[in-house]
């Protein structure tokens, strides 16, 4: 197990298998040395966090949604270094989507579910570049995804 494996251990986090791809692409790509991430939505063991937030999902929910998807991105992460996350040198940058109703503003609050599993996993190498964005629709109706862009060596 690796060390971030570790960390995450202790943090009660352990890592599913990678979510296969629902369309037409793959689950990361790589060039050179950084491993872009496809987004990953907010699904689990359990089936995952569903609907508008700020109508059919609370804030605190939808952080937690961000945080599975943070989940899945390291399980994709994992794949992608065949197995080994001290592989990653940084999180370069995430992209957070959030399915808002018109009167939610709390985006970057939501997208911070998956940012602290970042900072938890990597330390400073997770601290990242990011964007939060609240979107109409999200594929199958999940309140969130999340893309990424990794440093590997």
Do not use: W
Not at 121 to 146: C, I, M, Q, T, W
């Amino acid at each position: 197990m690796s060390q971030v494996e570790d960390r995450l251990a202790a943090a009660g986090i352990t890592l599913p298998q990678p979510n296969p791809p629902v369309a037409n692409y793959v689950p990361f790509v790589r060039a050179g040395n950084l491993v872009h991430i496809s987004g990953q939505v907010s699904v689990d063991a359990a089936g995952g966090v569903k609907g508008v937030v700020g109508e059919d999902v609370d804030a605190e929910t939808a952080k937690a949604a961000a945080r599975t998807c943070g989940i899945n991105l390291l399980a994709q992460m994992r794949a992608a270094c065949d197995g080994d996350l001290d592989r990653i040198v940084r999180v370069v940058k995430l992209g957070g989507f959030v399915q808002a109703g018109p009167n939610f503003f709390d985006i970057p609050q939501v997208v911070n579910g998956c940012s602290d599993v970042m900072v938890l996993a990597f330390g400073d190498a997770g601290k990242h570049a990011r964007s939060a964005v609240g979107v109409y629709r999200l594929p199958l109706n999940f309140a969130v995804e999340v893309d990424a862009v990794v440093e590997v060596r």
